[in-house]
């Protein structure tokens, strides 16, 4: 990147320090960064460089890129201080990706230290787990989807691997498909209670045993009327199952699927915007690195024949390096604006997924509660149908019967006498 503009509060340095023992270039002036690293500005054309200029306009003191170039590894994104998370093996902090030049630095070491501090995996950047302390959670309390799902994970085949975002989509949709299956559940067991109903209800009209007589034939009429009140309680126990169980898990997200497809196509959108703006800022950093390699060459040049084309050279090149690393820079921004959107997205998704699924959950247990609730009335019902065949089985009387019996068949109380001879 270039060494930042000439701002308020950045003075040029005492008397005494190198203005005193260098002798710099018409037109150049020396500043010191906010972090104290010195810089020099060339107050005709604006140009700015790490480097000390030559007393010879456009040739630099040393020789080698003028240019500080980018990490290697794009250095996080702006999170303002908002955590977001590396692969499984553990939880760090991200670092803000800032317009300081010293973390921008050109020297090797700038670069090793990037390299060491930040992974990138499938074009997102993420601190080293190596390097970085261990990361706050955005709900430390739970087990939140928002903490856990900012890595790929392998596949169970091990043929690929599975964004996790797409992890939990596959999670709500088999949710989803969970509570269709329990509302087919539902409706077998209600087809089973009408076909009980209706079995019940043609037993309850038939003849057998009608001849029955006395109370005993009270108490097997009752039994058979005990079979119709039964079917009558069982056609209602489905018709309550279709109405608050079968229909309302069939009905809850109707619109689900529609809405899970929304979210992951403007997530999968994000991350592809992201892995362009990856891809733009790997080629950023390619250019300068030639920018920088056609300079030095040039320098070196210099260095064995002085001419005037290759001082005109160096300066075009010189310009073409900086105009290089302020594309290396946009394109830096870019990214980082792209993976910051990409954050927020992916929390506020995950959390509204978590929601949508507590949701699902408490609803299906409602409903089940619902459930068992109509099967303890059934169960009571029922019981009731059968307690007037208990009250009639208790006063059958089979000696009471027989005089009753007698009394309407009776023929005669004279009994036959031996006949004599």
């Given at each position: 990147?270039?060494p930042?503009p000439?701002?308020p509060?950045?003075?040029p340095?005492?008397?005494?320090?190198e203005?005193?023992?260098?002798?710099l270039?018409?037109g150049?002036?020396?500043?010191l960064?906010?972090q104290g690293?010195r810089?020099y500005?060339?107050?005709?054309?604006?140009?700015?460089?790490?480097e000390?200029p030559?007393?010879?306009?456009g040739?630099p003191?040393?020789p080698?890129?003028h240019?500080?170039?980018l990490p290697l590894t794009?250095?996080?994104y702006?999170?303002?201080g908002?955590p977001a998370h590396?692969?499984?093996?553990?939880h760090?902090?991200?670092?803000?990706?800032t317009?300081d030049s010293?973390?921008l630095?050109?020297?090797?070491?700038?670069?090793?230290q990037?390299?060491e501090n930040?992974i990138?995996?499938?074009?997102?950047t993420?601190p080293?787990p190596d390097t970085?302390?261990e990361q706050q959670?955005?709900?430390?309390?739970?087990?939140s989807?928002?903490?856990?799902f900012?890595a790929?994970?392998?596949?169970?085949?091990g043929?690929?691997?599975?964004?996790?975002?797409e992890?939990?989509?596959?999670?709500?949709l088999?949710?989803?498909?969970?509570?269709k299956?329990?509302?087919?559940?539902?409706?077998?067991r209600?087809k089973?209670?009408?076909e009980y109903?209706?079995n019940?209800?043609?037993?309850?009209?038939?003849s057998?045993?009608?001849?029955?007589e006395?109370?005993?034939?009270?108490?097997?009429?009752?039994v058979?009327?005990?079979?119709a009140?039964?079917a009558?309680?069982?056609?209602?126990f489905?018709?309550?199952l279709?109405?608050?169980?079968?229909?309302?898990?069939?009905?809850?997200?109707?619109?689900?699927?529609?809405?899970?497809?929304?979210?992951?196509?403007?997530?999968?959108d994000?991350?592809?915007?992201l892995?362009s703006?990856?891809?733009?800022?790997?080629?950023?950093r390619?250019?300068?690195?030639?920018?920088?390699?056609d300079?030095?060459?040039?320098t070196?040049?210099?260095?064995?024949?002085?001419?005037?084309k290759t001082?005109e050279d160096?300066?075009k090149?010189?310009?073409k390096?900086t105009?290089a690393g302020?594309?290396?820079m946009?394109?830096?921004?870019?990214?980082?604006?792209?993976?910051?959107?990409?954050?927020?997205?992916?929390v506020?998704?995950?959390?509204e997924?978590e929601?949508?699924?507590?949701?699902?959950?408490e609803?299906?247990?409602?409903?089940?509660?619902?459930?068992?609730?109509?099967?303890h009335e059934?169960?009571?019902?029922n019981?009731?149908?059968?307690?007037?065949?208990?009250?009639?089985?208790r006063k059958v009387?089979p000696a009471?019967d027989?005089e009753?019996?007698?009394?309407?068949?009776?023929?005669?109380?004279?009994?036959p006498?031996?006949?004599?001879?």
């Amino acid at each position: 990147m270039s060494p930042p503009p000439m701002k308020p509060g950045m003075v040029p340095p005492p008397p005494g320090e190198e203005s005193q023992t260098v002798v710099l270039p018409p037109g150049w002036q020396s500043y010191l960064s906010p972090q104290g690293r010195r810089y020099y500005v060339n107050t005709a054309t604006n140009e700015t460089t790490w480097e000390r200029p030559s007393s010879s306009p456009g040739i630099p003191a040393s020789p080698g890129p003028h240019r500080s170039s980018l990490p290697l590894t794009v250095n996080g994104y702006h999170t303002s201080g908002t955590p977001a998370h590396p692969p499984e093996t553990a939880h760090m902090s991200v670092r803000k990706s800032t317009g300081d030049s010293q973390n921008l630095g050109s020297s090797s070491p700038g670069k090793k230290q990037s390299k060491e501090n930040t992974i990138t995996i499938n074009c997102v950047t993420f601190p080293h787990p190596d390097t970085m302390p261990e990361q706050q959670l955005l709900k430390p309390t739970e087990w939140s989807y928002c903490d856990y799902f900012w890595a790929d994970k392998k596949d169970p085949q091990g043929n690929g691997t599975m964004a996790g975002f797409e992890l939990l989509l596959q999670k709500q949709l088999k949710g989803k498909q969970m509570q269709k299956e329990m509302s087919e559940f539902i409706r077998e067991r209600i087809k089973i209670e009408e076909e009980y109903a209706k079995n019940l209800a043609k037993l309850s009209q038939n003849s057998l045993a009608a001849q029955e007589e006395g109370s005993l034939g009270e108490a097997w009429a009752q039994v058979k009327k005990s079979l119709a009140d039964e079917a009558e309680v069982h056609l209602k126990f489905s018709a309550k199952l279709h109405s608050e169980v079968e229909k309302p898990l069939m009905n809850f997200r109707e619109n689900f699927k529609k809405d899970m497809k929304k979210c992951d196509h403007h997530i999968a959108d994000l991350r592809k915007q992201l892995a362009s703006r990856y891809a733009a800022v790997e080629k950023a950093r390619k250019a300068l690195t030639e920018r920088q390699r056609d300079l030095e060459m040039k320098t070196q040049q210099l260095e064995i024949k002085l001419s005037n084309k290759t001082e005109e050279d160096i300066k075009k090149a010189r310009r073409k390096s900086t105009q290089a690393g302020d594309d290396l820079m946009r394109c830096v921004d870019l990214y980082n604006q792209a993976q910051s959107k990409w954050f927020e997205e992916m929390v506020t998704t995950t959390l509204e997924l978590e929601r949508l699924e507590v949701e699902r959950v408490e609803m299906i247990r409602q409903h089940l509660c619902q459930y068992t609730q109509l099967r303890h009335e059934t169960d009571m019902f029922n019981q009731s149908t059968v307690e007037p065949v208990d009250q009639l089985l208790r006063k059958v009387d089979p000696a009471k019967d027989r005089e009753l019996w007698v009394r309407e068949h009776k023929t005669g109380n004279i009994r036959p006498v031996d006949m004599e001879i």
